[in-house]
């Protein structure tokens, strides 16, 4: 027998729920085991997405200048969000060697993996707009309007270059 209760896991500081057994052992912290759900549960809100949007495509490292998206997110999301991206292993978190003070954010091999997603929900979000959409906006799907398949490869390819050697010391410039 499966219960449903809210969650008391100590992993999550938001509220979600998970699966128990009438034994009482745990079979998930997420609302169910669908590999659907698991991606909603993290990437659920447009903050996240837009905040792995501006890692990937327009180079932003530090939060200020994730703060300064267009979208104008607020800083007690943005350090939420930072904060559970991070503890997902989507991005990491740095010191500058420049600038003890300030963090540089990079994404992980797994943050670099959403190259395909971001990318499609691009096209797609091109394809069907009932909006004007922002001519710079081949920045983000440029290469994959021509094949999708070359534009995932060459972003993958920038991104582990751009993100991996931040991580090995070099390149820590704003």
């Given amino acids: 027998m499966i219960f449903l209760t809210a969650c008391k896991c100590k992993q999550r500081k938001y509220k979600v729920n998970y699966f128990i057994f ?3 052992s745990i079979f998930n912290c997420m609302r169910s085991d669908c590999p659907l759900n698991y991606g909603i549960e993290i990437f659920g809100d447009k903050w996240t997405l837009l905040i792995i949007r501006d890692l990937m495509f327009f180079e932003k490292r530090y939060f200020n200048e994730l703060l300064s998206s267009a979208e104008g997110i607020a800083t007690n ?7 559970m991206l991070e503890k997902e292993k989507i991005i990491r978190k740095e010191k500058d060697s420049q600038h003890k003070q300030k963090i540089i954010y990079s994404l992980t091999p797994k943050g670099i993996d959403l190259v395909p997603i971001i990318l499609s929900i691009g096209l797609w979000s091109e394809k069907h707009a ?6 710079n906006r081949d920045i ?3 290469e994959a309007k021509k094949s999708l398949s070359k534009g995932i490869e060459k972003m993958t390819r920038k991104l582990t270059t751009e993100h991996t050697k931040r991580k090995q010391g070099q390149g820590n410039e704003e």
């Fill in 22 to 24: 009438a034994s009482g």
């Fill in 77 to 83: 999301l943005l350090a939420d969000r930072l904060a």
């Fill in 130 to 135: 009932t909006i004007k959409l922002n001519p």
């Fill in 140 to 142: 983000i799907i440029g």
